[in-house]
């Protein structure tokens, strides 16, 4: 069973950065690509990075499009989600996921594996 760790969570002031990391049990097809989602308090779920394995190709929310970056390790079986100039909207859970598309790489539903998720705080 593929499993998906986060950390790197945490309180930070507005205008601030975190870098979340990911580590994955095993690559395999089922995490092909990695995305990143996160769900604010009495909110749906939401789309905000994803990458795919094999080439890099990476895909954002707009609403976080020139702030964040997400990137992989191969060697340590990582992916990364580097958030520059925070803001409290995007203050939220974050969860770590795993895909065998591309495609689609914004619904949820199409990931298999999930992390447990890393608490995001933004202070304003």
């Known amino acids: 069973q593929v499993q998906l760790v986060e950390s790197g969570g945490g309180s930070v002031q507005a205008g601030g950065s975190l870098r979340l990391s990911c580590v994955i049990s095993?690559?395999?097809?089922?995490?092909?690509?990695m995305g990143w989602f996160r769900q604010a308090p009495g909110k749906e779920r939401e789309f905000v990075a994803a990458?795919?394995?094999?080439?890099?190709?990476?895909y954002y929310a707009d609403s976080v499009k020139g702030r964040f970056a997400i990137s992989r390790d191969y060697a340590r079986d990582t992916v990364y989600l580097q958030m520059d100039d925070l803001k409290p909207e995007d203050g939220a859970v974050y969860y770590c996921a795993g895909s065998p598309v591309l495609e689609d790489a914004m619904s949820p539903e199409v990931y298999g594996y999930w992390g447990q998720g890393t608490q995001v705080i933004v202070a304003s």
């Open positions: 095993e690559r395999t097809f089922g995490t092909s690509t």
């Open positions: 990458i795919k394995w094999s080439d890099g190709r990476s």
